[in-house]
């Protein structure tokens, strides 16, 4: 789960971790409230939508304009900023041409900023720890820096038994090339950061830039945090902070069924069972020449209300022209996914191609559940025999 920069910020400070003031505004007027209760002289009003580069992404009607974060100098200019981000689409590189629309501001009091530098913290699962990524070059896509100069990145693991020990931090400081009152500054940022990231069962941290100020304090100018889902339970505080307006309208109907689905931009509409399988069956449509629409997997202990929902939420999608389902059966039973395909079928009135490969537990209970249901459906022999049997019956009914 994701949430706002403010709501990432407001989180942190409860642990003691250094971020300029502010606050959220829903409308020009809250924006300027907020703007005179900070004080000034300079100000930063942002937009708040779950996409990075907002900074650098332009509004939708005025793609020539300034982006989604302003710093400005003035109560006018708040209000000016406020009018031109709310109720309006912006566009960054993580939105896509579609933009998002801006329905909240953060008004931030300004920095004086001397340096900035990158800092970021997530699982590393290869060591089952956790990872805190540091470097030099702030404000800036870490991904690039990674290409481009990855010696100015600092990597280290902390082990979950011991924690984050002061050395750890230090290393991270003087790595950053802090010095003097800027490492003591540092080093408790990063052991509360370190505290926020374990208690909250966080899943990433990033914060770019870190600053240091002209005082020599180091604070996080941005925050983005996201939670493992699987831990929302022990965190209803956390739970409540999600906004639904910025999720995918398909994405946040299969959560509800505890569905793994995203959305693509191809034809053919993909049900499976298992991550993995799902991807090679997602690659196996590109080898036979189309596009996977979306990834789903239906997980291992679906019933038949669930693989219901999972069609239906296939053929949500209006660029789907065909769907492939492929169902490996281990504790997954191939009746109970074809009695939900049949069911779905049924109630959606089924208007492209299907193509369905079973394998595994109750596998021929499942293909004479197919057969017999009196539906359009294709059945294929292997993964490879099913993603060409689909691939052409799109191409034929196009």
């Known amino acids: 789960m994701n949430i706002h920069e403010y709501q990432a910020k407001g989180l942190l400070k409860k642990f003691g971790v250094a971020v300029p003031n502010g606050s959220v505004a829903y409308t020009p007027k809250e924006a300027k409230s907020a703007a005179e209760e900070l004080g000034g002289p300079v100000w930063v009003v942002k937009s708040q939508i779950h996409a990075g580069g907002r900074g650098a992404g332009r509004f939708a009607d005025d793609p020539d304009g ?3 974060v302003r710093v400005v100098k003035s109560i006018d200019e ?37 340096r900035e530098l990158y800092l970021g913290m997530l699982v ?30 600092l990597t280290i693991t902390i082990d979950p038994v011991t924690g984050m020990m002061p050395f750890h931090a230090r290393r991270v400081a003087y790595t950053l090339g802090l010095e003097g009152n800027q490492v003591k500054s540092a080093v ?20 770019n830039p870190l600053v240091v100020t002209g005082a020599g304090d180091v604070i996080a100018l941005d925050a983005k945090v996201s939670f493992d889902d699987n831990a929302l339970y022990r965190h209803p505080d956390v739970e ?11 994405e946040l109907e299969a959560s509800k069924y505890d569905l793994n689905y995203i959305k693509l931009d191809g034809q053919i509409g993909c049900m499976v069972n298992g991550a993995g399988l799902a991807m090679a069956t997602m690659d196996i449509v590109k080898l036979y020449g189309s596009e996977p629409a979306n990834f789903l997997d239906v997980g ?32 997954m039973r191939c009746n109970v996914i074809a009695e939900g395909i049949v069911a779905a079928a049924r109630e959606v009135s089924l208007n492209v191609p299907l193509v369905v490969r079973l394998e595994g537990t109750n596998v021929e209970l499942g293909k004479k559940i197919l057969n017999e249901s009196g539906l359009p459906i ?10 060409e049997k689909i691939v052409k019956a799109v191409k034929e009914a196009a």
């Open 66 to 68: 300034k982006g989604g």
């Open 78 to 114: 708040v209000v000016e900023s406020a009018d031109a981000m709310l109720g309006h689409t912006l566009v960054t590189k993580q939105t896509g041409p579609k933009g998002k629309e801006v329905k909240r501001l953060y008004i931030e009091e300004g920095c004086d900023i001397a």
């Open 124 to 153: 590393d699962r290869d060591s089952s720890q956790i990872a805190v990524i540091a470097s030099t070059e702030g404000g800036m896509e870490i991904e690039d820096v990674a290409h481009d100069t990855p010696e100015k990145i």
């Open 188 to 207: 408790k940022f990063l052991m509360t950061l370190y505290k926020a990231f374990n208690d909250l069962d966080a899943a990433m941290i990033e914060i």
């Open 240 to 250: 409540e902070l999600r906004d639904e307006d910025e999720e995918d309208p398909a």
């Open 300 to 331: 291992g202990g679906a019933t038949t209300e669930k693989v219901t929902a999972a069609f239906k939420i296939i053929l949500s999608d209006p660029n789907v022209e065909g769907i492939l389902v492929n169902i490996f059966g281990g504790i």
């Open 378 to 387: 294709v059945s294929g022999d292997n993964l490879s025999d099913a993603a």
